[in-house]
């Protein structure tokens, strides 16, 4: 029987999460995107206000998963709590061209951390825009996700090709099942 599992793209505004959840989706993406009333502050047009959603089957998993991108912008966390209910695991983008990504990606750690603690759900993440320019380094980002103690791959992608977006979620199911295994041997042993 296929199953769907929810996956949630999170970030800030301009990360790419629109564009990655659209460059991988098998329907048409939903979008809840508005004419920015702050067009200076966030650097585009339209932002998305409640969430945009795509759905994806993975044949290699026999699933299909439901999509879901979050607003970037603090406003609307709320909707980020509400969307976060039987989430498997999450996408973090971090735009890397921007002078303060590692404070961004720091805010956005901090704010989904009861998430990922909750039920161990997976994390991956995703540098975007570094085909501009990369301010910082994988290893930048590293010592961030070790001051909050998690353990997510971090990968450099481009959110408009199909390939590098798969491959993120590759590295998420990776930890996933990662995760999985480790609990399951936490509950042989406890049983023991």
């Not at 996956?7 to 959840?21: E, N, P, Q, S, Y």
């Not at 971090?94 to 161990?120: M, V």
Request: glycine fraction near 6%; charge should be negative; hydrophobic fraction near 40%.
């Amino acid at each position: 029987m296929l199953k769907k599992f929810k996956v949630l793209f999170a970030g800030d505004v301009g990360t790419g999460k629109t564009t990655a959840i659209n460059s991988i989706s098998d329907i048409p993406t939903v979008y809840t995107d508005v004419r920015a009333s702050d067009i200076e502050d966030i650097g585009k047009t339209h932002t998305t206000v409640a969430f945009d959603y795509g759905e994806i089957h993975l044949a290699y998993l026999n699933n299909r998963l439901r999509l879901y991108g979050l607003p970037g912008q603090v406003r609307f966390s709320f909707i980020w709590d509400m969307l976060s209910d039987g989430v498997i695991g999450i996408v973090l983008l971090a735009n890397n061209h921007r002078d303060n990504a590692l404070h961004e990606t720091e805010q956005f750690l901090q704010a989904f951390l009861p998430i990922l603690q909750k039920e161990q759900v997976a994390m991956v993440l995703g540098l975007t825009h570094g085909d501009v320019s990369a301010h910082y380094k994988s290893k930048d980002y590293w010592k961030i996700l070790q001051k909050f103690h998690i353990n997510a791959p971090i990968l450099s992608i481009d959110a408009r090709e199909k390939n590098d977006v798969l491959l993120l979620l590759e590295a998420l199911f990776s930890q996933i099942e990662a995760t999985h295994r480790q609990t399951l041997h936490e509950s042989k042993h406890s049983c023991t």
